[in-house]
């Protein structure tokens, strides 16, 4: 699934491509992808011009005149790019904006996962999915304090907790990982069992992985692509996330990997620490 730095990735490079164009009409090709009223989807977007692309965690927020966005999540495989409106429709091409230029911007998604709603501009922190999630990294609101408070509540594993989007949002499986190897904490810790200075150095390493994943374009280690079909460069950077196996880049210790909450996890059993 792209997480916070894939969609950022994907919001940079789509906007330059599509802002300031006029869309003419929208074709739905499996309707499903709209979690809103696809009529209404279809209708309410003729004539609409592109303003600007927004981003909440792994929301892109695609902002129209008219006071109206799209909020779009890509799941697992969601993918958008620019083509001309009249080449051949691909497989699992699945909406097209057709713009008055001739182009359009198509969604592509193998698993039909991935869905867009339309809302009036400043409610998709009320209406949408947005509304359950947490503070994003590198935000103001995103605190050394706020994460200590938020990890007091929950009774559960720290990879669990991290995951759940409900106290920092946009991590996923790949940089949980990668973030709890950076803070030498062991992924079946309890969340609620770590020290306040634990958690300041799990909310700087946050921050700062974030941001650098953010500067290497994302993490390609399946089928992720930014708008233009370019791969992002972070995963050569990876310590844990696909090297179960291989010797940890800090004490040599072969790295393992479990499942925690049906999730496969990678970490050093002797580098990070087991709070319980």
Same mark, same amino acid.
């Given at each position: 699934?792209?997480?916070?730095?894939?969609?950022?990735?994907?919001?940079?490079?789509?906007?330059?491509?599509?802002?300031?164009?006029?869309? %003419?009409?929208?074709?739905?090709?499996?309707? %499903?992808?709209?979690?809103?009223?696809?009529?209404?989807?279809?209708?309410?977007?003729?004539?609409?011009?592109?303003?600007?692309?927004?981003? $909440?965690?792994?929301?892109?927020?695609?902002?129209?005149?008219?006071?109206?966005?799209?909020?779009?999540?890509?799941?697992?495989?969601?993918?958008?790019?620019?083509?001309?409106?009249?080449?051949?429709?691909?497989?699992?091409?699945?909406?097209?904006?057709?713009?008055?230029?001739?182009?359009?911007?198509?969604?592509?998604?193998?698993?039909?996962?991935?869905?867009?709603?339309?809302?009036?501009?400043?409610?998709?922190?009320?209406?949408?999915?947005?509304?359950?999630?947490?503070?994003?990294?590198?935000?103001?609101?995103?605190?050394?304090?706020?994460?200590?408070?938020?990890?007091?509540?929950?009774?559960?594993?720290?990879? !669990?907790?991290?995951?759940?989007?409900?106290?920092?949002?946009?991590?996923? !499986?790949?940089?949980?990982?990668?973030?709890?190897?950076?803070?030498?904490?062991?992924?079946?810790?309890?969340?609620?069992?770590?020290? %306040? $200075? %634990?958690?300041?150095?799990?909310?700087?390493?946050?921050?700062?992985?974030?941001?650098?994943?953010?500067?290497?374009?994302?993490?390609?280690?399946?089928?992720?692509?930014?708008? !233009?079909?370019?791969?992002?460069?972070?995963?050569?950077?990876?310590?844990?996330?696909?090297?179960?196996?291989?010797?940890?880049?800090?004490?040599?210790?072969?790295?393992?990997?479990?499942?925690?909450?049906?999730?496969?996890?990678?970490?050093?059993?002797?580098?990070?620490?087991?709070?319980?």
């Amino acid at each position: 699934m792209p997480e916070m730095p894939e969609v950022e990735t994907v919001r940079r490079t789509l906007l330059p491509l599509i802002k300031g164009k006029t869309i %003419k009409e929208v074709k739905l090709w499996y309707p %499903k992808i709209i979690a809103s009223d696809p009529l209404e989807f279809t209708s309410q977007l003729a004539g609409k011009k592109i303003v600007t692309i927004d981003r $909440y965690a792994k929301y892109l927020l695609l902002r129209l005149s008219g006071q109206l966005t799209i909020v779009s999540h890509l799941r697992m495989e969601g993918k958008y790019r620019l083509v001309r409106a009249s080449d051949p429709k691909g497989k699992h091409d699945h909406v097209q904006f057709v713009f008055t230029d001739g182009t359009g911007l198509r969604y592509n998604d193998v698993r039909k996962f991935g869905r867009m709603q339309l809302v009036k501009t400043g409610t998709e922190k009320i209406v949408t999915g947005i509304s359950k999630l947490g503070v994003e990294p590198n935000s103001s609101g995103f605190t050394k304090a706020a994460l200590v408070k938020g990890m007091a509540g929950k009774n559960k594993s720290i990879k !669990n907790a991290l995951l759940d989007q409900s106290v920092v949002a946009g991590l996923g !499986n790949i940089y949980v990982d990668e973030v709890l190897w950076e803070s030498k904490i062991h992924p079946l810790s309890m969340a609620n069992q770590i020290s %306040k $200075y %634990k958690l300041g150095q799990l909310h700087d390493n946050i921050n700062a992985l974030i941001a650098l994943a953010i500067a290497e374009r994302g993490t390609t280690v399946h089928t992720y692509l930014d708008a !233009n079909g370019q791969t992002g460069g972070f995963q050569k950077m990876l310590r844990v996330y696909g090297h179960q196996g291989e010797p940890c880049q800090r004490c040599g210790t072969p790295l393992e990997k479990i499942k925690v909450t049906g999730r496969g996890t990678t970490y050093c059993p002797h580098c990070q620490v087991l709070y319980k």
